[in-house]
């Protein structure tokens, strides 16, 4: 007889180990990244937007999983969801039957999307992505989707075409026919649209890569031409969605702008269950499942599974009973309007921008000479190491973890479980205010580290 599986054994014997397994089974350059800036923790648990170490020191979480973790992590009701329906041994993907939970997370979700209609679960957000470019494709007959520079909407090659980074997209050609164009560049969309081949703009509200905003009134006016030329809109919502931007989507910021598919995803999983899933509208659906022979046409194994499911549920139940997208909205405002406030106080902080939880903080050259001789040598080893040197001082001192919002960028992108309060806003300035005093001391721990960084990147050229 087989010995049975335990779990928590598994963990207490090997759990130790988990920087060895990763360099030694999965991609060996994370640990090797982590060991370099000192990002290599060990943490022991997790609850809502703090986790713990081993010596029980708490950190405030201001990344969520890169926005996974929009409940925070743990969240009761989302448990009980999950216990629920492992409890209930239901019937799941049996593929020839009807089982209600989609059903039932299709109907919540679209009460919150209006002029949506139908909905296709997947896995993941590039999933989500990618059954939006072949939707557009098929419904309008025609091959290049237009993205926005410096997009980004996945890693799979579908989504990777739309991506506007050349850092992903190195040595992964040939991708499919897509073209980019200026985010808010009205005329640069209506030139490619002339052309007469545009399936459909994919852009996401808010860009993940430097928090930068769609210009005023840009959604709806390309929308308009967009339609004009008998192409759809794709809102890509998969980090700026269900909350994150202090509406339910962000692109409900401007009136009037009705995208015939959004793709959604992350938060959606309640951080347990993966989940992607694209909306859209009836007659797309109608086009792509035309007929009883085109029924599984496009279609994702464990796509609406009952976990999946479940999960989704229970996190539009929460957000809605506990007043989720009204406390990104609120806290969002309180935490921007505190950190923008402190550009006056220091040249080294260039701008503050963003909706809700999810906001930008840039970097800039200083005017002093000595911050700005230091800030040249930074740049000219590789731009994005000031940003850097801030992140690890905040894990490192104040225990926050935070991201740099793009390589070569120097911005931190803050995008934390939006169940984030007024107590996590005031230790997360507190920190930011003594890491920056620091720097602005032209001296400290800061610029050795800094140092540190210059060396690595010179040895990496």
């Given at each position: 007889m087989s010995k049975e599986f335990d779990l928590g054994a598994l963990l207490a014997e090997r759990g130790a180990e988990r920087y060895e397994l990763h360099s030694k089974y999965l991609n060996h350059q994370l640990p090797r990244m982590l060991h370099t800036i000192g990002f290599d923790k060990v943490y022991e648990r997790a609850e809502g937007a703090h986790f713990w170490d081993a010596d029980g020191n708490d950190y405030l979480d201001m990344l969520a999983g890169f926005g996974v973790m929009g409940l925070g992590r743990h969240h009761p009701v989302v448990r009980k969801a999950l216990h629920d329906v492992l409890d209930a041994q239901l019937a799941d993907l049996t593929r020839f039957d009807c089982q209600p939970l989609p059903g039932l997370l299709a109907e919540r979700l679209l009460?919150?999307?209006?002029?949506?209609?139908?909905?296709?679960?997947?896995?993941?957000?590039?999933?989500?992505?990618?059954?939006?470019?072949?939707?557009?494709r098929f419904a309008t007959g025609r091959p290049r989707v237009l993205y926005c520079d410096h997009a980004f909407h996945g890693l799979t090659t579908g989504s990777l075409s739309v991506n506007g980074e050349d850092g992903f997209r190195d040595g992964f050609a040939p991708l499919l026919p897509d073209t980019a164009v200026p985010l808010g560049d009205l005329d640069a969309l209506a030139r490619e649209l002339k052309k007469g081949d545009v399936a459909a703009l994919i852009v996401e509200p808010i860009q993940g890569k430097g928090v930068h905003e769609a210009p005023p009134g840009y959604l709806r006016a390309a929308q308009e031409l967009l339609h004009k030329h008998k192409a759809l809109l794709i809102a890509d919502e998969v980090q700026t969605g269900l909350g994150r931007t202090g509406d339910f989507y962000a692109y409900q910021h401007e009136e009037g702008v009705e995208p015939d598919l959004v793709c959604v995803a992350k938060a959606l999983s309640g951080g347990y269950v993966p989940v992607g899933a694209t909306l859209g509208k009836d007659w797309i659906f109608k086009k792509v499942y035309s007929s009883m022979d085109r029924v599984l046409v496009h279609s994702a194994s464990f796509g609406a599974n009952a976990q999946a499911m479940a999960a989704g549920l229970a996190v539009l139940s929460v957000m809605e009973n506990e007043q989720i997208v009204a406390n990104s909205r609120a806290v969002g405002e309180q935490l921007r309007s505190r950190l923008a406030a402190l550009t006056d106080k220091y040249e080294l902080l260039a701008e503050v921008r963003g909706r809700g939880l999810m906001i930008g903080i840039e970097f800039g050259r200083p005017s002093s000479l000595k911050l700005r001789s230091r800030w040249t040598m930074l740049q000219a080893a590789r731009k994005g190491l000031f940003a850097q040197m801030v992140v690890v001082p905040l894990l490192q001192r104040h225990r926050i973890l935070t991201q740099v919002s793009g390589d070569h960028l120097e911005v931190i992108k803050l995008i934390p479980p939006l169940v984030v309060d007024e107590s996590d806003v005031d230790r997360f300035v507190d920190a930011f205010t003594d890491v920056m005093d620091d720097a602005h001391s032209g001296g400290g721990l800061m610029w050795d580290f800094g140092r540190t960084l210059i060396k690595q990147a010179v040895a990496n050229r």
């Open positions: 009460a919150h999307s209006p002029h949506l209609d139908r909905v296709f679960f997947g896995n993941s957000g590039t999933e989500s992505v990618e059954t939006a470019l072949k939707f557009a």
